[in-house]
């Protein structure tokens, strides 16, 4: 999808509030990182986001937040920050539909005892609409999620990596634990489809959460 476009002024404010994601995401990893490492990252984050964003006004914000995901991911993997919970990583190919599932799945029946991750390795525009009211259903809110774009640091920080039809998209490091989950895509299936989709899922996480020695939430 091509980036958004932006008149000068339009251009000079976007610029103006993504530095100043940049600075609050500075005094967060003060001590960790650089200001000049949070800058590339922000910027990087951004150039990733910009033509994804449905709206002009929410890309500050998607890019504060993929940033911030991204520098604690990479924290961890360097041994800058110490892991108190396990770290799992879903990847599909769009981050709409399965990966979404899946991640907020983990979260939710996991009670947060697991630190969960997903990303795309081609990212959609939005999450699927269909994926969003029936996890909505469920208690489950993805207004505040949206679809993101496999970084390398996320794969070097999870200790489960899950993939769901992408094929070698993903990296392979040593000592990881990778899966690959054979899940039919959502994408423009009935709702009885995406339902049953939604509840194979479910399955595939409670036993993984069992493997993990983490009790499921009923």
């Known amino acids: 999808m091509a980036a958004l476009s932006l008149t000068p002024a339009e251009e000079g404010e976007l610029r103006l509030r993504i530095r100043r994601e940049a600075e609050a995401l ?18 990087e984050s951004f150039d990733a986001i910009r033509g994804r964003a ?9 890019v504060h937040r993929y940033t911030r995901e991204r520098l604690r991911a990479l924290a961890q993997a ?8 396990p770290e799992v990583l879903y990847v599909c190919v769009h981050n709409a539909g ?11 029946l996991s009670g947060g005892a697991v630190a969960v991750r997903s990303a795309g390795s081609d990212p ?10 029936i996890l909505a259903e469920r208690g489950i809110d993805l ?9 390398d640091e996320l794969v070097r920080a999870a200790d489960v990596v899950i ?15 990778y899966m690959d989950w054979e899940v039919p895509d959502p994408a423009g299936q009935p709702r009885e489809v995406v339902e049953a989709i939604v509840a194979d899922i479910e399955g595939r996480v409670r036993k993984l959460l069992e493997e993990l020695g983490v009790p499921a939430i009923s």
Request: contains cysteine.
């Open 124 to 133: 959609a525009d939005e999450i699927n609409p269909a994926v969003v009211a």
């Open 163 to 177: 993939t769901m039809g992408c094929g070698d998209a993903c990296p392979i490091y040593p000592g990881k634990r």
């Open 78 to 85: 360097e041994g800058l920050v110490t892991k108190d919970r």
């Open 143 to 151: 207004s505040q999620e949206f679809p993101k774009p496999l970084a």
């Open 26 to 43: 500075a005094r967060e990893f003060a001590g960790i990182f650089s200001i000049e490492t949070i800058e590339r990252y922000v910027n």
């Open 54 to 62: 449905r709206l002009l006004d929410f890309v500050p914000v998607f």
């Open 98 to 108: 399965r990966s979404q599932i899946a991640a907020a799945l983990t979260a939710q």
